[in-house]
């Protein structure tokens, strides 16, 4: 192509190259740095009480000096997984009901309504659930559960929890369902990438609407929607502002239902201003290098899931 | 099972319907002209009934967010084209890792890096620190807006332009950018709207401010000094104590909401006019 091109053009074409070649480095310069300073920031907690000992430590007590970082990693692990439990069966059953069962006016409706829940900004559903939801589990779901197990059970009130509705079921509910219309976006489109012949082929043996569902429709898109299930999980874990409303932040070990905990974002957002000393800041920025290590591994997990699951991609 | 299959629908479908009319219902009364003119000032304003509203928020949060956008577009972009029309460049691997993985990271962390970068050296917390972080977060979505909207452009416009003897970076910008504008301003528009939306990074950058600054039509009042944003003002209001910041919360959801349908819309609406 380029022979073709006259002096000047080359010229032009060189200068666009390498202004396109600054543009890209800079979005690699940006990941590296993320990784570079978080994990510069981290390099003094992490001397301090080592590696395994920042990561295992169950005390985070800023009055103390002392640094753990097990229980928040803990809570981010539990919530994130329950909400995507929680989720994963609705929304492969909405994806479904879009992409197979309904008619074409009925799947443009749905996927409308599913693409713009995923846009709600989390504060907007945060501010739902600390003044609407929960107070209405506290006083119809926790409190008479606490309360009857203190006169029933009297055993059983240790793991329950102080029932104040701010702790971690409240906080996994609105995690599931923010994450709902992401994991759904993703299979549908997975279950829409099916090629037709998979079907018709199911149909042609004369298996039933569910039999090709699941015969030839499911699991061709099951690479894609563990991909996205995966995906799902990844944006649990980063959610910020909505867990940090409404799940009482509290840095002991999650052993209670009903009870407060904290996740890595949300302690970093709740400690950020009270962190006056270094070793504070620093230990609150080695839980966010944690947090992108943790981030990292997921997403280059679902890109792996994509490729070794996806019909066709097997090579690639 | 078809049963079942609508019955999850409902689980789905439901409870987020119900967050919309929950924050529409309870926000409608504290939306009166106040909220658009005055700014928040302290708790006693709300409680005694002095005219408060959400000013300040509504300001910073057009200058931070279009000053991000300023600062993204052109580098996301440009990282797009390099992806899509330079296929074979050395850089492209390593890029297209590094855009999906700054993708794929929490916004927190976006908003941790830039307080290590700009906030903490300076010293100081501003709204230019906080368009810097939405920055980052906009960044690698509009990268692979761009991305897919230019390979959807058929290689025979690319053909025809390079068979007239045009330079490639004259085909690129006068042939293959106008057909994929839709989608690029679309992706454009999607990643304005998430930004738009996020609080945590700028609970690190820009703080938040009660009040308006002295000159309110000037940016740089809002990006020198802690500013604040819709997002971050309506995390704030919903933990305080108060009733009436209750309601303004509320009311501040209904424009955060509206701001982002809106959006969408007319991104959905280019899409199909270009189809």
Avoid: C
Wanted: aromatic letters at 8%.
């Amino acid at each position: 192509m380029r022979s073709l091109a006259n002096k000047g053009s080359r010229f032009g074409d060189t200068a666009f190259l390498t202004l396109l070649t600054v543009l890209g480095l800079v979005v690699v310069g940006l990941g590296v740095l993320m990784a570079w300073t978080l994990g510069k920031e981290a390099a003094d907690p992490l001397s301090r009480f080592g590696l395994f000992g920042f990561l295992t430590g169950t005390k985070w007590d800023p009055v103390s000096g002392v640094f753990g970082a097990w229980p928040v990693i803990l809570g981010t692990l539990i919530t994130s997984s329950a909400a995507l439990l929680l989720s994963f069966l609705p929304a492969i059953g909405l994806a479904i009901l879009s992409a197979e069962y309904a008619p074409r006016w009925l799947a443009t409706g749905i996927d409308y309504v599913v693409d713009l829940l995923a846009a709600i900004p989390s504060v907007v559903l945060g501010i739902w659930g600390i003044l609407v939801l929960a107070p209405a589990l506290r006083d119809n779901v926790y409190r008479p559960i606490y309360l009857w197990a203190t006169e029933n059970a009297p055993g059983q009130a240790a793991w329950l929890g102080n029932p104040t509705g701010y702790g971690l079921i409240t906080a996994t509910l609105v995690l599931a369902l923010m994450i709902v219309p992401y994991t759904t976006a993703l299979a549908r489109d997975a279950i829409r990438l099916v090629p037709s012949e998979q079907r018709e082929a199911a149909w042609g043996l004369g298996a039933t609407r569910w039999e090709v569902l699941r015969v030839a429709v499911l699991p061709y898109a099951r690479g894609g929607i563990t991909a996205g299930a995966v995906l799902s999980f990844g944006r649990a874990l980063g959610e910020t502002i909505a867990v940090a409303m409404l799940i009482g932040n509290s840095v002991r070990l999650p052993l209670t239902l009903f009870g407060p905990a904290s996740t890595m974002p949300s302690i970093i957002v709740n400690e950020f201003r009270e962190a006056v000393d270094n070793l504070h800041l620093n230990s609150l920025l080695a839980v966010g290098f944690f947090l992108f290590i943790i981030s990292l591994i997921v997403n280059l997990a679902a890109a792996w899931v994509q490729r070794r699951l996806v019909p066709g991609n097997e090579g690639s | 099972m078809l049963g079942l299959i609508i019955l999850a629908s409902l689980v789905v479908l439901v409870p987020l319907l119900i967050v919309i009319w929950y924050v529409v219902s309870q926000g409608v009364s504290a939306l009166n002209g106040d909220f658009f003119t005055k700014d928040l000032g302290g708790p006693t304003r709300a409680q005694f009934g002095q005219p408060t509203g959400m000013a300040q928020a509504i300001a910073g949060t057009f200058f931070i967010d279009l000053t991000a956008l300023l600062m993204a577009v052109p580098v996301g972009v440009g990282a797009g084209l390099m992806l899509a029309e330079y296929k074979e460049h050395p850089l492209n691997p390593l890029l297209r890792v590094m855009n999906d993985t700054l993708n794929g990271m929490p916004a927190i962390l976006k908003g941790l890096l830039i307080f290590t970068l700009v906030v903490r050296p300076t010293g100081t917390f501003s709204g230019f620190a906080g368009a810097l972080a939405l920055g980052v977060v906009m960044l690698p979505i509009i990268a692979r807006a761009t991305e897919g909207a230019l390979s959807l452009v058929p290689w025979s416009i690319r053909e025809a332009g390079l068979a007239l003897g045009l330079p490639r970076w004259r085909v690129i910008l006068a042939a293959v950018l106008p057909v994929a504008r839709p989608g690029l301003v679309t992706g454009v528009l999607i990643a304005f709207a998430r930004a738009a939306g996020e609080a945590a990074p700028l609970l690190l950058t820009s703080l938040g401010n009660n009040f308006l600054p002295r000159d309110p039509w000037n940016p740089l009042e809002y990006l020198t000094k802690a500013a604040d944003t819709l997002p971050q003002r309506l995390y704030a209001l919903a933990v305080s104590p108060y009733k009436q910041w209750h309601a303004m919360g509320w009311a501040a959801g209904i424009v955060l909401l509206a701001l982002v349908i809106v959006v969408f819309f007319v991104g959905r609406l280019l899409t199909r006019k270009a189809h």
